[in-house]
């Protein structure tokens, strides 16, 4: 006689490695050019914390495809070449956060 267990763990999320950390006020997490993400360690709520690693787990979707890129100077996405500054990383008014939002189905942390 056999049987089917089924795993634990979600498969597709252990290919991406995810770390807690200290980060700057109002940031909630970071995709890195890596794959890997970075979750504000201060998050305490579940359903934040689950919906901060759905939005940065777009962020690595759209760079494992090519579709996005960081440096220090500017984020490019889709042959749109985008200045980093202040105000600007992270605004969800940029086509890739747009995208992360509406795939990740989260609502909008507005930085303070």
Do not use: W
Not at 66 to 72: A, Q, R, T
Request: proline share 5%; hydrophobic share 25%; charged share 30%.
């Amino acid at each position: 006689m056999s049987f089917k267990m089924k795993s634990p763990y979600n498969i597709e999320d252990m290919s991406i490695p995810v770390y807690h950390q200290k980060e700057e006020p109002g940031v909630m997490g970071r995709a890195t050019n890596a794959g890997t993400i970075t979750i504000n360690k201060d998050i305490k709520d579940p359903k934040l914390y689950a919906d901060v690693l759905a939005h940065e787990k777009v962020h690595v979707e759209q760079t494992k495809c090519g579709d996005l890129f960081y440096d220090h100077n500017h984020i490019y996405y889709k042959n749109r070449k985008i200045k980093r500054g202040k105000g600007v990383d992270g605004n969800p008014n940029l086509p890739h956060e747009k995208e992360a939002y509406k795939k990740s189905n989260t609502k909008k942390y507005i930085k303070k």
